[in-house]
């Protein structure tokens, strides 16, 4: 059975920094193309960056240069660190398997983002 | 890259067929054989419910049907149940390495 566990929302300060895990089981990380996605409070889905499984990474216009995709592959985990953090960026961030076909979702990890 | 374009709500009773479309550009849903269509009922995760315009993941019922014409995919829901009740979500990949969504749709069975 597939399941990504995230990890590591809360409650942050404007330009603060916040680092999200996706723990996997049932699929390993280094074989599939992984994705972030969020969802702002009553909004729909946006996605937000993708690591391929041959360690490319590609991010959304309004995140990069300010969240880093990566994974560790011995913990077959997934991670988001997030910088610069913005009251725009307040939303659930869940993990998923894939980019163009995203079959396996988390259960999500509420971040916000506010003084 | 703009999100695809979904009308806010669609309804139907029980046992009706309804369509949800998701229209962007060539640069995404003409462009790509990668429509995807999600399902979400509130406050739970997405659920993938077409693939690749037509496909079904294992497990989802055959009244759930993808197609695509031009730059405009559709999502048709056959036999209308009550737990067909939900938002749902299109996707398109884009090239590049990035996926965008569409603004969904929520889903009434009257």
């Known amino acids: 059975e597939v399941q990504l566990v995230e990890s590591g929302g809360g409650l942050v300060q404007p330009g603060g920094s916040l680092r999200l895990s996706c723990v996997v089981s049932g699929l390993t990380v280094r074989s599939n193309d992984m994705s972030w996605v969020r969802q702002a409070p009553g909004k729909g889905l946006q996605w937000v960056a993708a690591i391929y499984s041959g360690g490319d990474t590609y991010y959304a216009d309004s995140v990069r240069g300010r969240f880093t995709i990566s994974r560790d592959i011995s913990k077959n985990t997934l991670y988001l660190q997030m910088n610069s953090l913005r009251p725009e960026d307040t939303a659930v961030y869940y993990c998923?398997?894939?980019?163009?076909?995203?079959?396996?979702w988390g259960q999500g990890t509420l971040v916000t983002v506010s003084s | 890259q703009s999100a695809l374009t979904q009308p806010p709500s669609a309804s139907g009773s029980p046992g009706q067929s309804v369509t949800i479309s998701c229209t962007g550009t060539?640069?995404?849903?003409?462009?790509?054989?990668?429509v995807s269509w999600f399902q979400q009922h509130p406050g739970k995760a997405p659920k993938l419910m077409i693939y690749?315009?037509?496909k079904r993941p294992s497990g989802v019922p055959d009244r759930f049907s993808g197609s695509k014409s031009g730059n405009t995919a559709s999502l048709t829901v056959s036999g209308l149940q009550a737990e067909d009740e939900a938002d749902y979500y299109c996707s398109s990949y884009v090239g590049s390495g990035h996926v965008v969504f569409g603004g969904g749709t929520k889903l009434t069975v009257l």
């Open positions: 060539s640069s995404d849903v003409g462009g790509y054989n990668y």
């Open positions: 998923a398997r894939g980019l163009a076909n995203l079959n396996y």
């Open positions: 690749e315009v037509t």
